[in-house]
């Protein structure tokens, strides 16, 4: 059992490229939410999911979009990458039908940086 | 809104001791959900406890509790007998009603244990 498996690990890009974070979990969660964590700072909501094909805005979506055409898959995209989303990337997912069903699992991350 | 706010940016405690760190909340939601975070130099998010708001006993689990004074609006982990390994970055975070997979979260506190 995987979990929640983010890719890649690092990234660098420069001002203006898009690229998109990959995130898949294995555990069929209804739920699945993007993190962004900045120095000094918590977790901040971007974007999140209650199920394949519904997705709304958090609290900083700005620059990005989601989809959310899987269960398992809940990919993250920068459309024109700026130095202020030089982050760490946290992808999660929960199921509110689970034993677990308040506990959030999150991937290792994905520290991004752009220059 | 929501709000979570963790007064002690970094902590300090003698190995074998117990520590506190503080979490305090504001939300006009009836039914909600608060969550302390464990985030070692490794970067990963690591669930450590849950309380629901009509939860009537605090939460505990193992070295873990929160002490929850719904009054006061506090939410503090409390850590039993420390150890070298509990050094890391803490967060406390609030979900709303029917916010499943929407965590709020505080600004950390950095502890640090001393052998």
């Known amino acids: 059992n995987a979990g929640v498996t983010q890719t890649p690990k690092f990234q660098v890009l420069k001002t203006g490229q898009s690229m998109t974070l990959q995130c898949a979990q294995d555990m069929n969660h209804e739920y699945m939410s993007w993190y962004r964590q900045d120095p000094g700072m918590g977790l901040r909501l971007i974007h999140y999911?209650?199920?394949?094909?519904?997705?709304d805005q958090g609290e900083v979506p700005n620059g990005y979009n989601v989809s959310r055409s899987t269960t398992e898959d809940f990919p993250l995209r920068l459309l024109s990458a700026a130095p202020s989303q030089t982050s760490v990337y946290f992808c999660?997912?929960?199921?509110?039908?689970?034993?677990?069903?308040?506990?959030?699992?999150f991937g290792s991350g994905t520290q991004l940086s752009v220059l | 809104a929501q709000k979570i706010t963790q007064t002690q940016p970094g902590m300090f405690v003698q190995e074998k001791e117990a520590v506190t760190l503080d979490c305090t909340y504001d939300?006009?939601?009836?039914?909600?959900?608060l969550f302390w975070y464990k985030q070692p130099s490794s970067g990963e998010m690591i669930f450590l406890i849950y309380?629901?708001?009509?939860?009537?006993q605090n939460a505990t689990e193992g070295r873990y509790s929160l002490n929850f004074q719904k009054a006061r609006k506090s939410a503090n982990l409390v850590i039993s007998a420390s150890q070298l390994g509990d050094s890391a970055m803490y967060f406390c975070?609030?979900?709303?009603?029917?916010?499943?997979?929407?965590?709020?979260f505080g600004q950390g506190t950095e502890l640090s244990v001393k052998p």
């Open positions: 999911s209650v199920g394949a094909g519904i997705t």
């Open positions: 309380q629901g708001s009509y939860d009537e």
């Open positions: 999660a997912s929960s199921s509110p039908s689970s034993p677990d069903n308040e506990k959030l699992f």
């Open positions: 975070a609030m979900r709303g009603h029917n916010q499943g997979g929407k965590l709020i």
């Open positions: 939300t006009s939601d009836q039914s909600y959900g």
